[in-house]
């Protein structure tokens, strides 16, 4: 009577020793690589505004080679376009900008294999955003068209809101759309003017404008930024500039003068720290609200800006052949040189 209950203890002896084996000796599932451009920096290459070049570039973050024309050689040498404007990033997708042949092209972003495009309702688009339901695209021409395209995740066209002003940058923070609907014109003698000093937000839940703020100075909008609960805007003519800091979720403004800094005019964030350039190409982050200048970039035409893992990227953009890249570390050392495409003008962190 008592050796079926010997066999039952064995057994259940035998089945805990074999799950603590596979347990503790198994070997540990890693995960797999996403594809040959995961773990790096992508290039972009503006092109010619009236010849087909605009290209895309990459390298790991070693820094240890370089791949260019990533968009062709991924999809049968297909011609990207000729001003590539910008990447927007939404999961394992890339949105690739192109404001000449009006479409958005949207790639894998760790194999660049294309799976769809954006063409519909578009007119010069220049950049975008995204919120978990829509993507949002600014247009405008610098002429007639001044508005925000919205689509769908599946990229049916759903509405424009159109502005006074142009919209041009955009970005999405803590639930809301913050678009830069004010910026930069010429009068007759090419001197910069002003085009006004609006932000205006988008609230997703509506797809409507429920804010718009007003800056306090008169000088350029030159760039606007987000993490996720601030928007950075900073303005500038030769002698002055300034930096908002807007609270996403309340549109709550603090004004921050830089004090000692003339033309600042290009944002990034690295490691929730906050850097500009300047249009004497002067590097500054930003410590307790006040600007700490880091070193002076060496460049003809400083075009493309960014400071990702400690590094910051400059391109020296040419618009008649290849453009030159310069990376440095924090304390303005040269790390490296490239020579990438025509018109660079963006550094993203993949």
């Known amino acids: 009577m008592k050796f079926p209950k010997i066999l039952a203890s064995a057994f259940a002896l035998t089945l805990l020793f074999n799950v603590s084996c596979r347990n503790s000796d198994d070997p540990i599932e890693e995960e797999l690589p996403k594809g040959a451009y995961e773990n790096g920096i992508i290039i972009t290459n503006e092109g010619g505004y009236s010849t087909p070049t605009s290209t895309v570039s990459f390298i790991p973050n070693d820094l240890s080679k370089q791949e260019d024309n990533i968009f062709a050689k991924n999809n049968d040498n297909a011609v990207l376009g000729n001003v590539f404007q910008t990447i927007g990033f939404k999961g394992d997708l890339a949105y690739l900008v192109l404001n000449v042949p009006n479409k958005v092209e949207i790639v894998n972003r760790y194999t660049f294999k294309k799976s769809a495009t954006i063409t519909s309702n578009l007119s010069t688009p220049r950049y975008i955003a995204f919120t ?184 020296d953009a040419s618009f008649t052949g290849d453009s030159t890249v310069r990376i440095y570390n924090l304390t303005g050392t040269l790390v490296k040189t490239l020579s990438t495409g025509i018109g660079t003008n963006g550094f993203y962190k993949n």
């Open 132 to 315: 978990p339901n829509h993507t949002y695209i600014t247009n405008h021409d610098f002429a007639t068209v001044k508005k925000v395209n919205i689509y769908t995740n599946t990229n049916e066209f759903v509405k424009s809101i159109n502005f006074d002003r142009y919209a041009e940058k955009i970005s999405s923070s803590n639930g809301f759309v913050y678009v830069q609907t004010d910026g930069l014109t010429y009068d007759s003698s090419y001197n910069e003017l002003a085009t006004g000093h609006t932000i205006s937000r988008i609230n997703p839940a509506t797809n409507a404008v429920d804010k718009t703020i007003t800056l306090s100075d008169e000088l350029i909008i030159r760039d606007m930024i987000a993490d996720e609960n601030f928007v950075y805007v900073v303005t500038s003519d030769y002698t002055n500039s300034n930096l908002y800091k807007i609270t996403s979720a309340t549109g709550n403004v603090e004004k921050i003068t830089l004090t000692g800094v003339a033309g600042a005019q290009k944002l990034a964030l690295d490691n929730g720290k906050l850097y500009f350039m300047t249009s004497g190409k002067k590097i500054y982050n930003l410590a307790a609200n006040t600007p700490n200048a880091l070193f002076t970039a060496t460049a003809s035409y400083a075009y493309g800006f960014n400071v990702i893992n400690g590094n910051i990227y400059v391109s």
